[in-house]
C-alpha cells in the first residue's frame, strides 16, 4: 500500500489528521493546476477547496482503480474547467508552427543562428537572480493546454499516462502540447540566459 | 516525402525532439535521429538544454501551503463531519 492509499484508508475511517496529511501533499500541485485553468489565484484556491469538499463527498466511491492522485486531478479539472468557462477564459488549442523560427536556419534547414549556450550556469542563476521567477513567468504565458500538461509533467511529475487520463486527451496530443509548452520555455531560457 | 530522405535536417530535429525523449519514434527515425546528433553540435546542445529546461522547469515546486490555508481545509473537514453526522442521525431516526 503507498502512502497515499494508507491515508485515504484511514480518512474513510474518519480520520481528520488523514485528510490533512492529504491535504499537505497534494495542495500545493492542485493550486498550480487549478492555476492554469481559471484567471486568478483567488478563484484557483476557491476551485481547489471545492475539490477537497468533492474527495470527502466522493472518497467512499472512490474504486482505487486509478491512483488518489489522477482521480483527485481529474475533479480537480472539471471543477477548473468548468469554472474557467463561467468566467469565459477562452481554451486555446494552443499555437501552431514551428518551436524554433524558421529564420535561424538556412535554406538546407540546418541551423544559421544555433542554440547559444546557457546550460553550464543555470543552476546558479537559478538560485543568485531569480531565474525562477523569470520561468514561472515564461510558463505561465504558454497557451493554456500546452502549460497544463507541462505543469502536470515537468512540475509536478505525473506520467504521460497519468496526464492523459486527468486531462482526458489522446497520448499523441499530450505529446504535442508537451513539446510546444518545453520548446517554448527553452526559448524563454535561451533568450534570458544567451549571449551573456 | 521528407520521411522517406535519408537524413534529417535540424529543423526536422528540433520538432521531433520530444517524441524521441518520450521514446516514441519508431526505430529507423530513432536511428537517423541519432545519426544526425552524432554529427551534429548545435542539435546535441539544443537536446542537453532541453533536458536542462524540463530538469529546471521540474525545479518550480512551489512553496509549501500557508497555514492559513491549512486551518481553512481543516475547518471545512470539520464542517463537512458535522454535515455528515447530523444527516447520518437524521437518516436513522
Not at chain 1, 16 to 26: D, G, P
Not at chain 1, 29 to 53: H, N, Y
Not at chain 1, 97 to 109: E, H, K
Not at chain 2, 51 to 66: K, N, Q
Amino acid at each position: 500500500m503507498d502512502e497515499d492509499e494508507e491515508l485515504v484508508a484511514r480518512l474513510r475511517a474518519g480520520d481528520e489528521q488523514a485528510f490533512v496529511a492529504l491535504v499537505s501533499r497534494h495542495h500545493a500541485a492542485m493550486v498550480r493546476v487549478a492555476g492554469s485553468f481559471v484567471s486568478s489565484p483567488a478563484i484557483a484556491e476557491e476551485v481547489v477547496q471545492d475539490t477537497w469538499l468533492g474527495v470527502l463527498r466522493g472518497i467512499d466511491g472512490f474504486a482505487g482503480r486509478s491512483s488518489f492522485r489522477t482521480w483527485l486531478l481529474r475533479i480537480l479539472v472539471n471543477r477548473a474547467r468548468s469554472t474557467g468557462v463561467r468566467e469565459h477564459r477562452s481554451i486555446a488549442v494552443g499555437d501552431a508552427g514551428p518551436v524554433v523560427d524558421r529564420s535561424r536556419f538556412d535554406a538546407s534547414g540546418a541551423w544559421m543562428s544555433p542554440p547559444q549556450h546557457w546550460v553550464e550556469d543555470s543552476d546558479d542563476r537559478l538560485l543568485a537572480e531569480g531565474l525562477a521567477d523569470q520561468l514561472q513567468v515564461a510558463l505561465g504565458e504558454l497557451p493554456a493546454r500546452q502549460r497544463e500538461v507541462v505543469v502536470l509533467r515537468d512540475v509536478d511529475g505525473l506520467s504521460g499516462r497519468e496526464v492523459c487520463d486527468v486531462l482526458e486527451i489522446s497520448e499523441a496530443n499530450q505529446r504535442v502540447l508537451l513539446h510546444r509548452g518545453r520548446s517554448h520555455l527553452r526559448q524563454a531560457l535561451e533568450s534570458e540566459l544567451g549571449s551573456l | 516525402m521528407f520521411w522517406q530522405r535519408k537524413e534529417l535536417v535540424c529543423l526536422q530535429m528540433v520538432e521531433l525532439i520530444t517524441d524521441y525523449l518520450e521514446g516514441t519514434l519508431s526505430r529507423s527515425q530513432r536511428r537517423r535521429f541519432e545519426a544526425h546528433l552524432a554529427a551534429c553540435e548545435n542539435c546535441t546542445e539544443y537536446l542537453r538544454q532541453m533536458r536542462a529546461t524540463i530538469r529546471l522547469t521540474g525545479s518550480l515546486r512551489a512553496e509549501d501551503m500557508e497555514p492559513a490555508m491549512r486551518d481553512e481545509l481543516t475547518e471545512l473537514y470539520r464542517r463537512w463531519r458535522a454535515e455528515e453526522d447530523e444527516g447520518g442521525a437524521t437518516a436513522e431516526e
